[in-house]
């Protein structure tokens, strides 16, 4: 499986397996709404276990197939406008526990499952402010176990932390000023705040400056605490 690239065929409404060098394997589906067949098809995902996850999205729901293209399942069918357990599904991922993630794009929400289908929880909202989406589409999931949602309404990817994980854009530094390093420099500040560096004027103030370097990182996004 992991010499497979597996592509989903949203106009043809076909699942098709291409091998590492770019030959075509195999493929499955059909137009259709009977089980293995597929009305748009978007996001797909392959579990531990091998089990292939289909985002079926004009039929709003979730189809599950073997890697060989045999049907297994299918959940999360609506029958009013779209407005089911799965609206206008777009990406698919999972992680370790077994849960999958689902990119309500209508609803405007990560729905979150378990391989059977059942709900377990959701993720994110509707809207436009930190952590709320529109129109969430591609979903990754990373080592850090942060999840990745592309918001395309939005016009921004959120990234949102699952259970215990860990952000590495955050960094500690130690902070070391020798004094031969210093810049020092004189400055008055008027009541407004402006600053003046003429030493000749009054009201005068020692200032030190130093510089801060975190590596891997400009220093437009150092942020002191």
Do not use: C
Request: proline share 5%.
């Amino acid at each position: 499986l992991s010499r497979m690239v597996i592509v989903s065929d949203s106009r043809a409404d076909l699942i098709k397996v291409y091998s590492s060098s770019g030959s075509l394997v195999r493929q499955f589906g059909g137009s259709g709404n009977s089980n293995g067949r597929f009305n748009f098809p978007t996001g797909i995902f392959v579990n531990a276990v091998g089990e292939l996850f289909v985002a079926d999205q004009n039929n709003n729901r979730i189809q599950v197939f073997s890697t060989e293209g045999v049907f297994l399942r299918s959940f999360g069918r609506s029958t009013f406008m779209g407005l089911g357990p799965f609206a206008r599904t777009q990406g698919l991922t999972g992680d370790s526990q077994g849960r999958i993630f689902v990119a309500d794009a209508f609803q405007g929400t990560v729905k979150v499952i378990d391989a059977q289908g059942n709900a377990v929880s959701t993720v994110a909202g509707f809207g436009e402010g930190p952590g709320e989406l529109r129109t969430p589409t591609s979903l990754a999931i990373d080592r850090n176990n942060r999840l990745f949602v592309v918001s395309p309404g939005n016009t921004r990817v959120e990234i949102l932390g699952l259970d215990t994980f860990s952000d590495p854009s955050t960094h500690s530094a130690t902070i070391t000023l020798l004094p031969s390093t210093f810049d020092r420099r004189s400055i008055w500040v008027n009541p407004l705040g402006d600053i003046n560096t003429d030493p000749n004027l009054l009201n005068l103030f020692n200032l030190v400056v130093g510089l801060v370097k975190v590596v891997g990182e400009s220093p437009g996004m150092i942020v002191p605490e």
